[in-house]
T-cell receptor, first 111, second 112 residues
């Protein structure tokens, strides 16, 4: 069964303290892996798509990487405004429609 | 600006009542989706539509119904058969299979 597991469930950082969020996935074949940011009471906001192992994408303080079994979202020198829930989702090769989501990592960055 | 509009933002349902959540997009996307989000769980797919006048059940379709009469609109009805409807409902659309979803701002449904 296709599955996505995110860890940790929650993460508290001091402003400027870099860290990484993990997304492990089990899928028969990967069509794509997606990262989203979600603020409380709002819909998820698209961040990155990764398609193949070794691929990396960057946006401001965020960098996403992909291996054959997992993806990492690295946050460099985070600021309080980076506080949010970060969601990971995968799409299998044999599915043209459905994303499978992890339960997310809640990130809190303290000033 | 292009995007997805969900309404209402908050909705309260009485026992035995059907309610309809609205989802409208002006992105010219063919595919639209409804997901349900519960605390501590990943988003779960309720229904999806890849083209006008066609839709398919997702993983948790029981107690829900949809229609897709126009490309721009994909309303979700939560029927009285849905025993635990309290949740955050998210509508999404996408341009093509390899692209990410664009999400609406969500509707929070509460049973009173």
């Amino acid at each position: 069964e296709d599955q996505v597991t995110q860890s940790p469930e929650a993460l508290r950082l001091q402003e400027g303290e870099s860290s990484s969020l993990n997304c492990s996935y089990t899928v028969s074949g990967l069509r794509g892996l997606f990262w989203y940011r979600q603020d409380p009471g709002k819909g998820p906001e698209f961040l990155f798509t990764l398609y193949s192992a070794g691929e990396e994408k960057e946006k401001e303080r965020l960098k996403a990487t992909l291996t054959k079994k997992e993806s990492f979202l690295h946050i460099t020198a985070p600021k309080p405004e980076d506080s949010a829930t970060y969601l990971c989702a995968v799409q299998a090769l044999d599915s043209s429609y459905k994303l499978i989501f992890g339960s997310g990592t809640r990130l809190l960055v303290r000033p | 600006d292009g995007g997805i509009t969900q309404s209402p933002k908050y909705l309260f349902r009485k026992e035995g009542q059907n309610v309809t959540l609205s989802c409208e997009q002006n992105l010219n996307h063919d595919a639209m989706y409804w997901y349900r989000q519960d605390p501590g769980q990943g988003l779960r797919l309720i229904y999806y539509s890849q083209i006008v006048n066609d839709f398919q059940k997702g993983d948790i379709a029981e107690g829900y119904s949809v229609s897709r009469e126009k490309k721009e609109s994909f309303p979700l009805t939560v029927t009285s058969a849905q025993k635990n409807p309290t949740a955050f409902y998210l509508c999404a659309s996408r341009w093509a299979p390899n692209y990410g979803y664009t999400f609406g701002s969500g509707t929070r449904l509460t049973v009173v």
